[in-house]
């Protein structure tokens, strides 16, 4: 019953949200030391996909530049997915894209034709059913889907497990000593629970305080 009551909490707004965390006495720390958050929204989901993996395992600027240039592939700087599909490998990789990002950037330029990457047609999906439509496509997992949903499509009660920041910020923040993931995960789980449905916003401040420790 309890879990019950946290799904029909008055949180619609930001501020709102706000209110209800601060009933976790860790997280009212957290929001007061970090102060106001900014969320942004772009419901083009095709095209967030494609920049995510471009932007895998480089840095910020690195992905910054590889992402311009990509788009300067394209003469309106709109990858759209039957150009992209009939453009060579080569010329991908002169951009600055390996092989292996172009064959994961086909897919989802696939994916988009054949099925469909309309968040439009998608946005009344549950997060975990919208979540499972997308690893469908070879080179895009649970971890980059999760990311998509909570900074680009701003859905507000993700908590993605697998993320070594909110690992490592629940760990420092409340104490928790388990080293095995299956009970970590559990443990994080358990007092994730009170933030329903605002756990996205909670993992922000977590990540948030964990850039600026200690508290």
């Known amino acids: 019953m309890l879990a019950c009551f946290y799904y029909f909490y008055p949180v619609k707004t ?3 949200r706000i209110q209800h965390l601060k009933k976790d006495k860790k997280l009212r720390e957290v929001i007061k030391r970090v102060g106001p958050l900014k969320s942004r929204r772009d419901p083009d989901l095709y095209q967030s996909l494609l920049r995510s993996i471009v932007g895998q395992q480089l840095s910020v600027k690195a992905a910054n530049t590889i992402w311009g240039r990509f788009l300067d592939l394209f003469k309106d700087g709109y990858a759209d997915p039957k150009l992209l599909l009939k453009m060579k490998d080569d010329k991908l990789r002169a951009a600055g894209l390996s092989y292996q990002k172009a064959g994961y950037l086909k897919n ?3 994916f988009s034709i054949e099925k469909t990457l309309d968040y439009n047609k998608l946005k009344k999906m549950s997060d975990e ?4 439509y ?3 496509i070879k080179g895009v997992g649970r971890w980059t889907v999760e990311m998509i949903l909570m900074f680009t499509l701003d859905r507000h009660d993700i908590l993605p497990l697998d993320d070594l920041g ?3 910020g629940m760990r420092h923040l409340y104490k928790i000593e388990h080293q095995n993931k299956k009970e970590l995960f559990r443990e994080m789980q358990r007092i994730a629970e009170a933030w329903r449905p605002c756990r996205t916003l909670a993992c922000l401040y977590i990540w948030r305080h964990k850039d600026n420790k200690p508290l």
């Open 108 to 110: 989802i330029a696939r």
């Open 129 to 132: 059913d919208l979540i499972e």
């Open 14 to 16: 930001k501020a709102a």
């Open 134 to 136: 997308l690893v469908e």
């Open 166 to 168: 909110i690992q490592n």
